[in-house]
C-alpha cells in the first residue's frame, strides 16, 4: 500500500549507478529507509540538493512491513527556496548527526518531528543555546530527560545516575555546571522563562559536551559526535 507522510531527511548513501538510499525521520512511521531513483543521473525527476541533511520533504511512500527498504513513488519540498548560510548548515549538520544516532526505525515521534521540522525551517538568526535546548527536546521524547531534582543537598549532575547527587563522582559534573545545567532545564519547562542564553560561550561548550556524554550513557550503541566542533568556533 501506499501512505502520505513528511519526512526529514537523516542521511543518503549512493546506490547502484543513480539511485541512493535515503534515511528518513517521517512523521508518521517514524525512521525509514527509501530507495530514490535516479537521483545521481542528469535526466533525474529528484535532485541530489533536495536530499540535503534536515530536508523537508512530503512524501508518497510504499509502506510494505514486511521489508526493511521500501520505495518512494512521490516527494516534493516543503520549503522550496530556503536560502542555506553557514550558521544554519552547521546546526543542521548537528541535528542531523544527533537524531541519526538517537532514533530507532519505526518509532514515530510526531511531536519531536513537529519540533524538528519547525525549528529547522526557522534558523535565522539561530540563538546560541539551540543545540543545548535541541538535545534536551530529544532526551524529553526519547524518555531520558534529566532529573531536575538540583538543590542545596544534591549539588552535582552525575551523567550516568540522570540526576543531581550529593557527592562527586568520576561520572558527575562541577558544581558550577551542574547549576548551568540546573538553570536550562529549569527554564525549559517554564515557557515564561528565557531558555537561559546569557552564559559565556566556554560554558555553553562545556554544557553541550557535557549532554552528548549524557547521551552515550543513556543510548547504547549512540556513540562519537563529529559537527559538534563546527559549532563550538560557530556559534560564540
Known amino acids: 500500500?501506499?501512505?502520505?507522510?513528511?519526512?526529514?531527511?537523516?542521511?543518503?548513501?549512493?546506490?547502484?549507478?543513480?539511485?541512493?538510499?535515503?534515511?528518513?525521520?517521517?512523521?508518521?512511521?517514524?525512521?525509514?529507509?527509501?530507495?530514490?531513483?535516479?537521483?545521481?543521473?542528469?535526466?533525474?525527476?529528484?535532485?541530489?540538493?533536495?536530499?540535503?541533511?534536515?530536508?523537508?520533504?512530503?512524501?508518497?511512500?510504499?509502506?510494505?512491513?514486511?521489508?526493511?527498504l521500501n520505495h518512494v513513488r512521490e516527494l516534493a519540498p516543503r520549503h522550496p527556496g530556503q536560502m542555506p548560510d553557514p550558521v544554519?548548515?552547521?546546526?543542521?549538520?548537528?541535528?542531523?548527526?544527533?537524531?541519526?544516532?538517537?532514533?530507532r526505525a519505526e518509532e514515530p515521534l510526531p511531536e519531536l518531528w513537529d519540533y524538528v521540522e519547525q525549528t529547522t525551517s526557522a534558523l535565522q538568526p539561530p540563538p546560541s543555546s539551540l543545540p543545548i535546548r535541541f538535545m534536551l527536546t530529544v532526551a524529553h521524547h526519547l524518555g531520558i530527560e534529566p532529573l531536575d531534582n538540583h538543590d542545596a543537598h544534591h549539588p552535582c549532575f552525575d551523567l550516568q545516575e540522570g540526576r543531581f547527587v550529593a557527592a562527586p563522582t568520576e561520572t558527575t559534573l562541577s558544581p558550577q555546571?551542574?547549576?548551568?545545567?540546573?538553570?536550562?532545564?529549569?527554564?525549559?519547562?517554564?515557557?515564561?522563562?528565557?531558555?537561559?542564553?546569557?552564559?559565556?560561550?566556554v560554558t555553553r561548550r562545556d554544557l553541550l559536551d557535557a549532554l552528548i556524554a549524557y547521551f552515550q550513557f543513556h543510548l547504547p550503541g549512540f556513540g562519537q559526535l563529529h559537527s559538534h566542533e563546527i559549532l563550538h568556533t560557530i556559534l560564540r
Request: proline share 6%; with cysteine.
Open 1 to 68: 500500500m501506499t501512505l502520505s507522510t513528511p519526512g526529514l531527511v537523516l542521511r543518503t548513501t549512493p546506490y547502484a549507478e543513480s539511485s541512493v538510499v535515503a534515511r528518513v525521520f517521517t512523521r508518521q512511521l517514524g525512521v525509514q529507509s527509501y530507495m530514490i531513483k535516479g537521483v545521481r543521473s542528469a535526466r533525474g525527476c529528484v535532485k541530489q540538493n533536495m536530499l540535503q541533511p534536515l530536508s523537508s520533504l512530503d512524501m508518497v511512500v510504499y509502506a510494505n512491513p514486511k521489508t526493511d
Open 88 to 103: 544554519g548548515n552547521a546546526l543542521r549538520f548537528f541535528m542531523t548527526e544527533v537524531l541519526y544516532k538517537a532514533l
Open 177 to 201: 555546571l551542574s547549576t548551568v545545567l540546573h538553570e536550562y532545564l529549569s527554564s525549559f519547562h517554564s515557557p515564561s522563562l528565557p531558555f537561559t542564553p546569557f552564559h559565556s560561550s
